[in-house]
C-alpha cells in the first residue's frame, strides 16, 4: 500500500482507522467508495465505509478488528500455556516449558515482592495481563502494510479498514484499565467495609481531631480523593494506548517513505529494522508497568492500615 496511488496523508488516515461495525438509521445517505450514493430504507446494522459512517454510528459501535485480534490473541495464550501445563513434569524442563517457567516465577516474585496479602486472583491475574498485553503488543512489530493488504485482497475491497493491534486502540486499554479499576472498588469494600471506603474519600487527605472541622473538609476531601481515584484507570489505560499508539504511528511514517524513491525507500528499511528492535524494549516495558500498578492498586485496596 505504501506504494500505490494513496496520499501520505490518506496512507496514514487508513492504517489507523478500525472496521468498524455499527447501527446506521433509516434514511441515512451513504456514499461508496466509487463516489455513488444510496439511502438507507430501513435502519442497518453494518461495516462503516468511512470516518464520517463511524461517527454516525455512535457509541454503541463494535471495532470489529480490535475485538478479535484481543480475543484470537488471548485464546492463542491460554492455548499455550494450558499446552505446556498438561505437559508439565518433574524433571529438568526444556523448551517451551522451561521459558514459561521462569515468566512464571518472575510474575510470583514481583508479585511477593509488591502485594504482601492474601488472595487467589491476584497472581494469576497478574500473569494474564502481562502476556496477554504482551502479546497485543507484539502485533505492532509485523510490517503495518502485511495483514491489511492481505485483507483487502481478499476482500476485494480498495478501502477495507483493518488494524491489527488492539492496544492502540482506546476502547482495548481503557476496558482492561476500567476491569481492573472495578476489581479494586470490590477488594477495597471487601477488605475495609463500605463506611471505610467513604472516609477514604471523605477524611483525607485533610483530617483534623475535630469533628466539625472534618464537616467543612470534606468536601475538599471529596473532590481531591475522587480526582485521585478516577486518575487511576484513566492513567493506566492511556499510558499503555499512548506508548503503543506512537510506536505504531512511527511505524506507518516510516512504511510512507518506502514509495518515496529508491534512497528513502533504502533509508526506511534501515530506520523501520532499528525502530523495531528499540520497540521490542517498549512493547515488554509498557505490558510490565501495567501488571505493576494492577498488582500496586490491588495492595492498596487490601491495606486496612493504609495511611494517607
Known amino acids: 500500500m505504501a506504494g500505490d496511488t494513496l496520499t501520505t496523508e490518506s496512507y496514514i488516515k487508513h492504517h489507523l482507522t478500525n472496521m468498524t ?5 433509516a434514511g441515512y445517505v451513504r456514499t461508496t467508495a466509487d463516489g455513488e450514493q444510496h439511502t438507507l430504507a ?10 464520517e459512517e463511524m461517527a454516525d454510528m455512535g457509541f454503541m459501535a463494535v471495532h470489529v478488528d480490535s ?15 494450558a499446552k505446556v501445563a498438561r505437559g508439565m513434569h518433574s524433571g529438568v524442563p526444556k523448551g517451551l516449558q522451561n521459558f514459561i517457567e521462569m515468566i512464571i516465577d518472575f510474575i510470583d516474585s514481583t508479585v511477593k515482592d509488591t502485594f504482601h496479602y492474601k488472595n487467589a486472583l491476584v497472581a494469576p491475574m497478574a500473569l494474564t495481563i502481562f502476556i496477554w498485553i504482551f502479546f497485543m503488543n507484539l502485533m505492532d512489530l509485523i510490517p503495518v502494510d502485511w495483514i491489511p493488504s492481505l485483507m483487502m485482497w481478499a476482500t476485494g475491497d480498495p478501502h477495507f479498514y483493518f488494524k491489527v493491534v488492539p492496544t492502540t486502540d ?18 477495597t469494600i471487601q477488605n475495609k467495609g463500605f463506611m471505610g471506603f467513604v472516609k477514604e474519600l471523605t477524611l483525607h487527605p485533610f483530617c483534623t ?18 480526582v485521585a481515584l478516577i486518575a487511576k484507570p484513566v492513567s493506566l489505560g492511556l499510558r499503555l494506548f499512548g506508548n503503543l499508539y506512537a510506536g505504531e504511528m512511527i511505524f506507518i511514517l516510516i512504511a510512507a517513505m518506502f514509495g518515496a524513491g529508491l534512497f528513502l525507500g533504502a533509508l526506511a528499511g534501515v530506520l523501520q ?8 524494549l517498549i512493547i515488554a516495558l509498557q505490558a510490565f508497568v501495567f501488571m505493576v500498578l494492577t498488582i500496586v492498586y490491588m495492595a492498596m485496596a487490601h491495606d486496612v492500615d493504609e495511611e494517607h
Open 21 to 25: 461495525y455499527g447501527k446506521l438509521p
Open 42 to 51: 430501513q435502519d442497518s446494522w453494518t461495516l462503516a465505509h468511512n470516518s
Open 67 to 81: 475485538m478479535f485480534w484481543s480475543i484470537t490473541l488471548g485464546l492463542i495464550f491460554s492455548f499455550i500455556f
Open 170 to 187: 482506546p476502547n482495548i486499554t481503557l476496558g482492561m484499565a476500567i476491569t481492573v479499576f472495578g476489581l479494586m472498588i470490590f477488594f
Open 209 to 226: 481531631p475535630k469533628w466539625y472541622v472534618n464537616i467543612f473538609l470534606i468536601p475538599v476531601n471529596l473532590i481531591l480523593e475522587s
Open 273 to 280: 529494522m532499528g525502530w523495531a528492535i528499540f520497540h521490542i
